[in-house]
C-alpha cells in the first residue's frame, strides 16, 4: 500500500483530501505546515508527498527543497490556489512531479497521483544485472550469454560517463530496464529520471509535455507549465521509442543536446538546463534517416554511445535462466509454492523462436503458472500458452490489426457498429468487455481480488473501483 503525505494548512482541505486518499486504497499522512511536513518525512518514508504552496511560517517551497534533501528520489506534487506562481513554478523547476490548481478536478489529480507514484517506484528500485534468478526480483536483466554480459559490461563502462545513450533492439527486450541501469549506476542517480514515451503521447501534446509552455501559448494555457526536460533537471530523461518522435520535436531534442537549452511553448528566452538524455528504439534509424524520416544530426547527437541488445532467438542459452527466474517471480506474486518446470516443458521452451523477445517468455510463463494448479509447468501447458496467440500480437502489433471475419468477437462488434447509431457507444463496449476481464481473473483466482488485481496489472484500489462500476459481482450472484 503506498503511503502519501499531505501537507496543507487547511483543515478541511487535508481531512477531504485524506478520506478520498484513503478511499482509493492508500494510507495518508497529514501534516498542517511545512515544519511538520519535514518532521513527517524525518520519521518516515513516504511514496509520494502532496504540498501546498503558500502556508503560515515556512512556505511550501522552503518545505519541498528540505524534503527534497530527506528523500531526493520522493515524488512530489505542489497544490496551489493561484495559477500563475512563480513559486511553483520553481518548485517544478527543482524537481517537483508537477503542480495541480486548486479547486482541482478529481479524476485529474487521481490519475496524476498514479503517474506520480510509478515515476517513484521506477527512481526507487533497483535493477538487478545478472541476479540468481531463484530470487525472481521484478526488476532484473539477466543473461549467461556472452552477448548479455557484453551489454552488463557496456552499462558499466558507460554509467559513470555523461554520454547520451541510445539503447537499441527489438520490443520486449529490456530496453528500459537497460535505461534504468545506466541511470542508477550514473553520478546522477540521487536525481530524477523520468520517462517520456514518443509513441503513448499524441503528436499534439509531446512537445508541451516535454518542453513546457507559457501562459497564453495556446487556448487553455492558463499558467506556465514547466515540463519534463526542466523537471528532470540535474537528473535522466529517457525517451522511449524516438524513432517514431515528430520531425519537427527532434529539431528541438536537437538543439537541446547542443546548446543544453530549450524555449516553452510560447516562451521567447533560452532556458538553460542540464539533463542526460537516454534514447531507446525498436526502429531502424539509418533507414529512417534514409527515408527522411528521421535527422541525421540528431541520430550522431544520440549515438555518442550504442547499446545493443539481442534478441532472445539469438541466445537461446539463456531461456532456461529465464524461465526460472519468471516462475520465482510470478509464484510470488500469485501468492503461490514454484511448483518448478518439467523437462519437457523447458525443450518446448527452447524450440520456439520467441519473436515477442524476452516479454514474451515472461507472458508465457505467466499463463502456464495460472494454469498448472501446483503442479510442475507441463508441455501442455507451455504449448497452451505459446497457441494463445496473444504473446504473437504484442510482438507483432500489425497482427492484431489483420481482419479476420471468421472470429466470432470480430462478428458481433461489427454487428455492433453497424446496427443503429447510439450514443457512448465505445464507452459501453469498453465497460462490457471491461466486466468480462474481471470476471475472468476473479475465477481463476477463486475471488482473490489481490491476485485479480495482479493478474490484470491494476491497483487494488482500481480493480475495486471497476468492480464497482461494472457490477461485477452482482451479475455474479
Not at 506534487?77 to 479547486?103: H, S
Not at 518446470?341 to 523447458?346: C, D, F
Not at 453497424?418 to 450514443?423: F, I, L, Q
Request: net charge negative; charged share 25%.
Amino acid at each position: 500500500m503506498a503511503v502519501i503525505l499531505v501537507v496543507d494548512d487547511d483543515a478541511q482541505l487535508r481531512r477531504s483530501f485524506a478520506k478520498l486518499l484513503q478511499s482509493e486504497g492508500y494510507e495518508v499522512v497529514v501534516a498542517a505546515s511545512g515544519e511538520k511536513g519535514i518532521e513527517a518525512a524525518q520519521s518516515r518514508p513516504f511514496d509520494l508527498a502532496v504540498m501546498d504552496v503558500r502556508m503560515p511560517g515556512m512556505d511550501g517551497l522552503e518545505a519541498f527543497k528540505a524534503i527534497q534533501t530527506i528523500d531526493p528520489k520522493l515524488p512530489v506534487i505542489i497544490m496551489t490556489a493561484y495559477a500563475a506562481t512563480e513559486t511553483a513554478i520553481e518548485a517544478a523547476r527543482c524537481g517537483a512531479f508537477d503542480f495541480v490548481l486548486k479547486p482541482f478536478d478529481i479524476p485529474h489529480v487521481l490519475e496524476l497521483i498514479r503517474q506520480a507514484l510509478a515515476a517513484g517506484r521506477v527512481m526507487r528500485s533497483h535493477v538487478e544485472m545478472d541476479a540468481d534468478p531463484a530470487l525472481g526480483k521484478e526488476d532484473a536483466l539477466l543473461g549467461r550469454s556472452k552477448a548479455m554480459q557484453d551489454v552488463f559490461k557496456a552499462i558499466g563502462r558507460t554509467a559513470p560517463t555523461d554520454a547520451t545513450v541510445l539503447v537499441r533492439g527489438e520490443s520486449g527486450t529490456g530496453k528500459e530496464l537497460v535505461a534504468r541501469a545506466v541511470y542508477q549506476y550514473s553520478q546522477r542517480a540521487e536525481m530524477p529520471f523520468l520517462v517520456i514515451n514518443c509513441v503513448a503521447i499524441p503528436d499534439t501534446l509531446l512537445e508541451s509535455e516535454l518542453f513546457g509552455y507559457e501562459r497564453g501559448a495556446f487556448t487553455g494555457a492558463n499558467a506556465r507549465r514547466v515540463g519534463k526536460v526542466e523537471q528532470a533537471g540535474g537528473g535522466t530523461l529517457f525517451l522511449d521509442e524516438i524513432g517514431d518522435m515528430p520531425q519537427s520535436i527532434q529539431a528541438k531534442i536537437l538543439r537541446l543536446l547542443q546548446e543544453k537549452t530549450i524555449e516553452r511553448l510560447g516562451g521567447r528566452n533560452p532556458v538553460e538546463v542540464d539533463v542526460r538524455i537516454i534514447a531507446a528504439t525498436n526502429r531502424n534509424l539509418e533507414e529512417a534517416i534514409q527515408d527522411g524520416r528521421f535527422r541525421e544530426d540528431l541520430y550522431y547527437r544520440l549515438n555518442v554511445v550504442s547499446l545493443n541488445l539481442p534478441p532472445l532467438r539469438e541466445r537461446l542459452e539463456d531461456v532456461d535462466y529465464l524461465a526460472d527466474h519468471f516462475l520465482a517471480r510470478f509464484s510470488r506474486e500469485l501468492g503461490v509454492v514454484n511448483p518448478g518446470i518439467s523437462e519437457g516443458a523447458r525443450r518446448a521452451l527452447a524450440a520456439h523462436s520467441w519473436p515477442g523477445n524476452v516479454r514474451e517468455l515472461a507472458n508465457v510463463i505467466h499463463k502456464a503458472l495460472i494454469f498448472s494448479r501446483g503442479y510442475p509447468v507441463s508441455t501442455n501447458e507451455i504449448s497452451t500458452a505459446l497457441d494463445d496467440g496473444q504473446s504473437r500480437d504484442e510482438a507483432d502489433p500489425s497482427r492484431a490489426l489483420r481482419t479476420d471475419t471468421t472470429d466470432p468477437l470480430r462478428e458481433w462488434i461489427r454487428s455492433e457498429l453497424t446496427s443503429a447509431p447510439r450514443d457512448n457507444l465505445f464507452e459501453d463496449l469498453r465497460d462490457r468487455f471491461g466486466a468480462v476481464l474481471i470476471e475472468e481473473a476473479l475465477d481463476i483466482t477463486g475471488g482473490n481480488r489481490s491476485q485479480a488485481a495482479r493478474l490484470l496489472g491494476v491497483s487494488r484500489p482500481t480493480l475495486l473501483a471497476r468492480i464497482d462500476k461494472y457490477g461485477v459481482l452482482k451479475r455474479a450472484r
